[in-house]
């Protein structure tokens, strides 16, 4: 019976002894070992040989990238506005023995500071350069905690404002400004609409009357030309009647018959002047007549001679 628990205690020992002797570290983890209260080593992932009750893992930690969440805080700017202020930080740890050693609580340490340097970072800013500038506000946070925190052996990777909340009073004075605005815009546009407007009809109608001015002047143009046109005809017409007129008279018997028409036309016109008046003209004297033909006879033959 004593064998038997005495090999139970060896078992149990030796158990244990394997179990500070073996230690497995997971991938993406660091373990920071000490001897005898002193820093000694940090073991890489994999498993690694310890001196059981000598070697001590104190420390252990995740290389992974760590999301922290910043707890809201409220900021006042450089126009002494009131702003509540919450973000996200991401960093890493990078060097095990200084995460270990450099800070009794890292995460705290990371945490305030980046409080701290965001009060400062908005305190020298206006209410409406922070809504603008969230890239600018992001970088100098993580510019000024990456200096502070490689004494800690983390690496702050990024930062990003998650909300900016002005009090409400803010919120409907920038709701007023944007509506205003807004409406500003709208005017602008329906103005700039009207005038566009007002310049194509304008434009139109220049247009317009210069393509009726264009066909008025070609109107014109073809008139004169057809009137031209029309008095050369005439012209023509007129010229080859009076050489056929003078060849006719030219011609045998031809002076005996223009005497007989010019004589039909005067009696003609006495006709006319007697229905006009209601009054019989008769020539006084007959022979003027004879001298009426005579003197238009002259006439033709000397118009029939020009052409000839």
Not at 55 to 67: F, G, M, Q, T, W
Not at 123 to 150: C, P, Y
Not at 186 to 213: F, K, M, P, Y
Not at 263 to 268: L, N, P, Y
């Amino acid at each position: 019976m004593e064998f038997q628990v005495l090999a139970l205690i060896l078992i149990i020992a030796a158990i244990i002894f394997l179990y500070r002797l073996l230690k497995v570290v997971p991938q993406q983890n660091a373990w920071v070992v000490e001897r005898l209260g002193k820093f000694h080593a940090v073991l890489p992932p994999g498993p690694n040989i310890l001196i059981p009750f000598v070697d001590n893992v104190a420390y252990r930690h995740s290389l992974k990238e760590i999301p922290l969440d910043v707890p809201s805080q409220v900021c006042i700017t450089r126009d002494n506005t009131q702003l509540q202020v919450d973000g996200i930080l991401y960093f890493q740890v990078t060097d095990a023995m200084r995460a270990s050693y450099g800070s009794s609580n890292y995460v705290v340490a990371i945490t305030q500071l980046c409080q701290t340097t965001l009060r400062s970072v908005i305190g020298k800013m206006e209410l409406d350069k922070t809504f603008e500038e969230r890239d600018m506000i992001n970088g100098l946070v993580v510019n000024a905690l990456d200096e502070a925190a490689s004494n800690w052996g983390v690496k702050v990777l990024r930062y990003e404002i998650k909300d900016l909340t002005p009090p409400a009073e803010i919120l409907r004075a920038m709701q007023a400004q944007i509506t205003a605005e807004r409406e500003k815009r709208a005017l602008i546009a329906a103005s700039e609409g009207r005038r566009q407007e007002q310049i194509n009809i304008a434009t139109g109608q220049r247009e317009a009357s210069i393509a009726r001015s264009e066909g008025e002047k070609q109107a014109e143009i073809n008139k004169a030309q057809g009137e031209a046109a029309a008095i050369v005809a005439v012209a023509d017409a007129t010229a080859d009647a009076i050489r056929k007129i003078a060849e006719a008279i030219r011609a045998p018997g031809g002076e005996q018959a223009v005497q007989l028409k010019v004589a039909e036309r005067a009696v003609d016109a006495y006709q006319s002047l007697a229905k006009t008046n209601n009054t019989m003209i008769v020539p006084g004297n007959m022979t003027e007549v004879a001298s009426l033909i005579a003197t238009s006879m002259a006439l033709i033959k000397s118009s029939a001679v020009k052409p000839g």
